[in-house]
């Protein structure tokens, strides 16, 4: 099938020689540690067979963490390359493919991870419900999204990565243009996964709108509950169309039509329209919840409710609606004439309205707020000025004639680089610094996290600041070398100088994860923060079931009003009732297993083996259908148990910032 | 969850797991439509790019596809029957009529299947043109989606033999009768813009 076997391990680049061997290291280390650990039981049976919701979380920000990891070695090599004119250290080939999984890796594999991740942790919890409206497929979703990210992880060692940019346009990225399998690896892992993405919109629309506590009306429910709730109707209208567009493509490469190949009739640009059909509404599945976060953290440690809570949810809405307007802007050099051109302007400028509306709001929520300087809480500032220049820039760019002096260039990475460093890494940053202890039981260091945040920020703007000027001076985007005439070497050096300063930051989290999990103070309280919404009204690390009553709810801010009229802070034993939780299943992660050796077989367009594969998937689909598993009840001596343990002792934080 | 049954609300709706998962299904027929407009929407794009291959002129023949169209119509109708006895709490009228529901989507498949392997001997692959690989696609989708239907509902069927009527089969038949209407409404679609609009111009 026009595969040949020595093309299967790539061989002769000594970058890569080196990654597989760290590979195969990496593996035989983590099944040896576990082996002699003989935690084998303990990891199926508590992680890869769980459904709870926080623990699904966990593992997607733990995948996340490490793709943004390889996303983040592709862009500190990228940098390399470019530090000086004329380097040798990548070839043109290869910085192609490091560019095109920088950028797969870090939206999809990366971005999605996390803010699912943390959505995952924190939506059942802020509306007071004990799990998501269907946990099983919520594992599901997770196993399909890890599947499909390691597929794609392997494609640099394992027959050739994709190498026709993020995008993959076409005609470029057709089997006519790129003959090898790089592409199929993009066109299968990105649909795994997108499936999984599928399934979480759907779980947490039906989750919102099902399984709120009593008196958690819509226009109570905090702002982070609100985004993920819009982002999750995005995903739900604008997937299925990549959904579709990668099929198209995948039947173009390996089954030989004519969707958007130059012969046969196919159209090009198609593929263009397709993806960012989906891939601008992407854009905003990955920072409106990144928006909720902010405002949970900005009204927390400013101790203010959320100013203007009412336009900010008509402004996330607005924000959604208009999303799915705007996608020609990505191309205004298609081609479809100034009239096309000028509506796709006036609507892509339309978007700042409530993007600055937001902004205001954070403003004013912060107006003489008591605010308090945490590491999450300096995310949320430095957010503001950050976004501020992507937005402003944003608008630059939506110019539709201007744009053809943009298009194309370092102005605009520097612009989404502004757009989704502030607006979705630092939202990460500063959810993950607030949710910590919710997830773990302690704190991550807030010191560590000040030398965290300040070499991010500062290594953030000294690596795409000077972008924008190289763009302005016509530094094209996706060059993997410029000559020294050119005069672009200084800013190109000062970004690269910059791109280590983040990388530094970047080892300082990874540093403060690794010195919180073994020394962080475990006495923590429930609600180290005074923080004002319901996830805090329960155990720091949240117990299996979430809340032993379930929580009402009687304004905004709810466990702001219960702490401040004590109301539903104690539990008494008479109250404490059986609760039913749902039980573990192996089923979703043998469906991401055989799913992920399925889309191996047809990267590599063995068809017949996929073919046999597929009976693998239909098989797990039959068990499930005849799964009638109810789950199981807790017995209330352990619910009395386990809620004494966390409301006796009278905790405070000790010497949390050490 | 399961806690809170009311028995005064149909079978399927009895139980508040049942009513997300109810709700759960007419989002995914929400993606399922956007699914499916893309799928028009690339036809609609290409369908007239014949690249010197065949024309819908010189493949498609009214009298198969209005055969199919009858099997998939009716079909569709012999499903809501179902589901009327299923309110009543007849079972044995249920699985008939359920049975009947599959048969005529078997009949349907078969006819389609039949349809492209006749296209494929007159020279008209998915590989012909970008018309032909669209009208494949689109069409193909839909009929993997039958497919699928009638393979699900079969395990359905084996679980009402076993286990009768509960709330859980009881929403799992719902939950395919709406599945299945929705592959009609497709399929009206289907016949109306690839088959009619296209012979007649």
């Known amino acids: 099938m026009g595969i040949n076997w020595h093309d299967f391990f790539i061989v002769g680049n000594p970058l890569i020689l080196g990654s597989q061997i760290a590979i195969v290291l990496t593996m035989v280390g983590i099944v040896a540690g576990i082996t002699y650990l003989k935690k084998w039981k303990w990891l199926w049976r508590e992680w890869l067979t769980t459904v709870d919701h926080k623990r699904i979380g966990i593992m997607y920000i733990l995948s996340g963490v490490l793709m943004f990891f390889r996303g983040g070695v592709d862009g500190l090599l990228m940098k390399a390359q470019t530090s000086r004119p004329e380097m040798k250290f990548l070839d043109a080939q290869h910085y192609n493919e490091i560019f095109t999984t920088h950028g797969v890796i870090m939206i999809l594999f990366a971005a999605m991870p996390l803010l699912i991740g943390l959505m995952n942790v924190v939506v059942p919890l802020q509306i007071g419900a004990r799990d998501v409206a269907f946990p099983q497929l919520n594992a599901l979703s997770f196993w399909l999204f890890f599947s499909g990210a390691m597929l794609f992880n392997i494609s640099f060692v394992v027959g050739g990565s994709p190498d026709a940019g993020w995008t993959a346009y076409f005609p470029l990225a057709g089997k006519e243009f790129t003959p090898g399998i790089g592409n199929n690896y993009y066109a299968v892992a990105l649909q795994i996964a997108g499936i999984g993405t599928l399934m979480t919109g759907i779980n947490f629309i039906v989750t919102v709108l099902k399984m709120r506590t009593k008196g958690m009306t819509l226009m109570r429910m905090p702002m982070f509950t609100w985004t993920s709730f819009i982002a999750s109707v995005i995903i739900v209208a604008s997937f299925p169309i990549f959904t579709v567009a990668l099929a198209l493509m995948t039947f173009d490469r390996i089954f030989g039509t004519h969707f958007f190949t130059i012969s046969g009739g196919g159209m090009d640009m198609m593929w263009a329209n397709l993806f960012w059909l989906w891939g601008h509404p992407e854009v905003y599945i990955v920072v409106l919840p990144a928006f909720g976060m902010f405002s949970e953290v900005i009204s927390t440690f400013s101790r203010k409710r959320l100013f203007g809570y009412n336009s900010m949810v008509f402004s996330i809405v607005g924000i959604a609606f208009l999303s799915m307007l705007v996608w020609v802007h990505h191309f205004f050099t298609m081609g479809a004439g100034p009239g096309v051109n000028s509506v796709f302007s006036i609507t892509t400028m339309m978007i700042a309205i409530p993007t600055g509306v937001k902004m205001f709001n954070w403003l004013f929520t912060m107006r003489k707020g008591r605010i308090e300087l945490t590491t999450a809480m300096l995310w949320a500032l430095a957010f503001i000025p950050c976004f501020v220049i992507g937005g402003v820039t944003g608008v630059m760019l939506a110019m539709g004639a201007a744009d053809y002096q943009y298009h194309n260039t370092l102005f605009l990475v520097a612009h989404f680089h502004y757009v989704l460093i502030p607006g979705v890494v630092f939202a990460v940053f500063a959810g993950l610094y607030y949710w910590w202890p919710k997830m773990f039981g302690h704190m991550l260091n807030e010191k560590i996290g000040k030398i965290h945040f300040w070499f991010f920020t500062i290594g953030f703007n000294l690596t795409f600041m000077p972008m924008f000027f190289l763009g302005l001076d016509g530094a094209v985007r996706r060059s993997y070398t410029y000559s020294a005439e050119s005069g672009y070497a200084p800013l190109f050096l000062l970004s690269t100088i910059g791109a280590v300063i983040l990388a530094i930051g970047f080892g300082a989290l990874c540093y403060n994860i690794y010195w919180s999990a073994r020394y962080a103070d475990r006495n923590i309280s429930n609600d180290p923060w005074d923080a004002r919404t319901l996830e805090w009204a329960t155990a720091s690390p949240v117990q299996f079931y979430n809340f032993a009553k379930l929580p009402e709810v009687k304004s905004i801010d709810a466990f702001w009003y219960m702490k401040k009229h004590n109301e539903g802070l104690t539990l008494k034993d008479e109250e404490v009732e059986e609760i039913h939780m749902p039980s573990n299943s192996g089923l979703p992660f043998y469906m991401g297993v055989i799913f992920g050796i399925t889309g191996f077989l047809l990267v590599f367009e063995w068809k017949l083996a996929a073919l046999v594969a597929t009976v693998g998937i239909l098989a797990g689909l039959i068990i499930r259908s005849f799964d009638y598993n109810d789950g199981f009840h807790v017995h209330k001596d352990e619910i009395k148990k386990t809620e004494k343990a966390w409301r006796s002792v009278n905790k405070g934080v000790n010497n949390h910032v050490s | ?201």
């Not at chain 2, 009214?62 to 006895?85: N, R």
């Not at chain 2, 008939?96 to 989507?105: E, M, P, S, V």
């Not at chain 2, 007159?122 to 690989?133: D, I, K, N, V, Y």
């Open chain 2, 1 to 201: 969850m399961s806690a809170n049954v009311n028995t005064a609300l149909p079978l399927e709706y009895q139980t508040e797991q049942n009513r997300m998962n109810i709700l759960g299904f007419w989002i995914f027929l929400g993606a399922e439509i956007i699914l499916f407009g893309t799928l028009f929407a690339v036809f609609s794009v290409l369908n007239a790019r014949y690249a010197g291959g065949p024309t819908p002129k010189d493949l498609f023949e009214i009298k198969d596809v209005m055969v199919e169209t009858i099997l998939l119509l009716t079909s569709s109708f012999t499903c809501g029957l179902a589901i009327y006895e299923m309110r009543r709490g007849n079972r044995n009228g249920l699985l008939l009529w359920f049975i009947i529901t599959l048969l005529l989507g078997a009949g349907f498949v078969f006819m389609e299947v039949t349809e492209f392997i006749h296209y494929v001997h007159e020279g008209a692959t998915m590989q012909t043109s970008a018309f032909l690989s669209s009208f494949f696609v689109l069409l193909g989708t839909h009929g993997l989606h039958v497919s699928m239907g009638i393979g699900w509902a079969t395990m359905v069927i084996i679980q009402i033999f076993k286990r009768g009527l509960t709330p859980v089969t009881a929403r799992k038949t719902f939950i395919i009768g709406l599945y299945w209407h929705f592959l009609d409404v497709v399929w009206i679609f289907i016949f109306t813009f690839v088959y009619l609009a296209r012979m007649v111009a």
